[in-house]
């Protein structure tokens, strides 16, 4: 008779253990699933890349790798719930080693048709700076390496111990720094005194950003460093040191090469554009297109930082930026091309750093600056300070617009990752910041759950896995995810859960069910259910235990 019953149990169990929601189950829907910006995930810069094979968002980030690498990446189901990956995208002293610091801005694309996975960054030399800047002593040598990997997760590869063959030159500047002091932060008092500087310099420059546009076209943008780039401002009356953003156009055989070992080059209308007649042999002076600057486009909130010297008592410049870049492409409701380009404008240390946009008809403009801008920028209501440097992605099911950049949650605090809606539309660009529980975005859901045993022959410990619509899944060692697990009847044995870990003891047989939750924003958590016909299904599933 015992046995009899064991067995009854049994099949009344394993009926349960496959209701909807239990292993591998993914009928059609979504989900009620929520998240919010903890700022616990360590990040600055980021470039967010959705990898379909694998289903998983990775985000590569400027701060966050382990010692001896440069570049975290970490990696999310649902733009939301980041999981380290563990090292980083570049070996230090392996690869990238043609620059020695200010390793910056991480872009990665994937070509589907080879495989590849490319990664453009910012570095600074130290070494052969004269090569590229005429001048030993230029501070800020900064160039731009590309790197290649057969996995989102890296490592990655520099395709030449060298940076892009690139040579930036403006022939129309007057280097002022030439005539400066020593502290090198005090410029000219007048434009007169200014332009008697040498004119020309070689263009140091970060944070790439490629597009790659319907016609087939590739446009590396960047930004032009403000060192080497003072820019006398009429209403003010002295001069700004600036950064801008600038684009250059690439060739395409990189890209279509399935071998990873041919690096990426400039048009050839760009190489030597600026040469002058009187150049000796072997002199490289190559062409930029001006993409956003201040001069030609004046916003107020780009102003945070212009009477820095005076507020510092010369320990800072005065200066204005707009830096970390992306570019997408739209179609308007005529059919015709609208590209938009987002950009950070003010200091990313100071909690003024915010986003602003410009649109053109083409991608080398003209562009016109969002009379909007800023679209994102700090909020002391949300808690919110330093909002900037992102990218803009699509929700899984490609519903859905968003940018994922860094922020945080105290003037004083580190950098961390933060995800916000975008919208576009007839009216524009808009980003909305939260710190509040936001849906998941459209496509992640419905979510599955399963575990790695069918019946459990307590003492026991058995995994249990949630994953998204697309297949990733989710790291239920990140607060943000939690399981809950009981025992019914309660009192047949004991449960303990430990991220994706659920052990149990029995002293006779029970049902073991296993809830995935969500934290919420105000504290505490919530159980997750999948939405089918108005209807909601937990995303949770039963085992049962017998002892052994």
Known sequence: MRRNALLVFLAAALLLAFVPGAAAARPPGTTDATYFNNAATPGADPHVLFDRASGYYYAYSTEGADPGWNFAIYRSPDLATWEHVPGGALRAGQDGDWAHDWFWAPEVYHNPATGLYFMFYAGRMNKHVAEHFRYPDFEEASKVGVAVSRSPAGPFHDIAEAPLDYYPYDPAYHDVNLIMDATQK??????????????????????????FDADGRIYLYYSRNAYRNWVWDDDLGKYIEESNIYAVELTGDWWRDPTGRTMPSIAPAYRNANLAPDDPPGTRKDGFVPIVNYG?????WENAH????????????????????????????????LYYLTYSANNFENEFYGVGYATARSPLGPWRKSPANPILSQDPAKGLYSTGHGSIVDSPDGRAHYYVHHGRPATTSPRALYTSAMAIGPGGMSIESSTSDEPLPSGVGPLA???????????????VHVRSAPGAEFDLANPLNRLRATLRPADAGTVAVRGGEVSVTAVRPAVLTVVYQRELAAGGYRDVANLRHGKRIPVRLTIPVVPR
């Open 186 to 211: 005090k410029p000219p008092a007048t434009r007169e005194e200014g332009e008697t500087a040498p004119l020309g310099t070689y263009l140091p420059y970060i944070d790439p950003d490629v597009f």
């Open 296 to 300: 030609s486009d004046k916003q107020d």
């Open 306 to 337: 212009v009477d820095d010297y005076a507020k510092t008592g010369g320990q800072k410049k005065d200066r204005r930026w707009a830096e970390g870049s992306t570019t997408i492409r739209t179609v308007d409701r005529h059919g015709r091309p």
């Open 449 to 463: 759950i399963g575990a790695g045993d069918r019946v459990l022959h307590a003492p026991a410990t058995t995994t």
